[in-house]
């Protein structure tokens, strides 16, 4: 596989999923377990369903508004998420043996639009229904 970023410049993605996935690579979104882990967070755990954890990972794949969100998809496009190993799943998914091109379009803007979901929570606006 080439380099990450060549890869990510690659998709067939609007600019803003391209920064975002760039940044779900280096390990660069806020979610709680890195804040915690720079200490501008005193917990890790996932607020909205008490998981051990919010990771990027953890907002993106595991969390159950991900998983419903994630079945929603498959069941109205057809499209589902590959299985990725723990480390390093982000870069992983970038792979043509995971995916194809046009899936992991697919995969990566939906994945941007579970981060927005989770902001938009954690911020206090309503979001948008799963």
Not at 68 to 85: M, S
Request: hydrophobic content about 45%; charged content about 25%.
């Amino acid at each position: 596989m080439e380099r990450p970023w060549k890869s990510i410049w690659k998709l067939d993605v609007p600019p803003k999923v391209k920064v975002f996935w760039w940044r779900v690579i280096h390990d660069y979104l806020p979610a709680r377990q890195v804040l915690h882990r720079r200490h501008i967070e005193p917990t890790v755990h996932c607020e909205l369903w008490g998981a051990d954890e919010e990771s990027v990972r953890h907002v993106l794949i595991e969390c159950i508004v991900a998983r419903i969100f994630w079945e929603q998809a498959k069941k109205i496009t057809g499209t589902k998420l590959p299985v990725l190993h723990l480390q390093p799943w982000a870069i992983n998914l970038l792979c043509d043996t995971v995916s194809s091109r046009k899936d992991r379009s697919v995969i990566i803007c939906r994945m941007w639009t579970l981060w927005s979901l989770r902001n938009w929570r954690r911020h206090g606006e309503a979001g948008i229904p799963i």
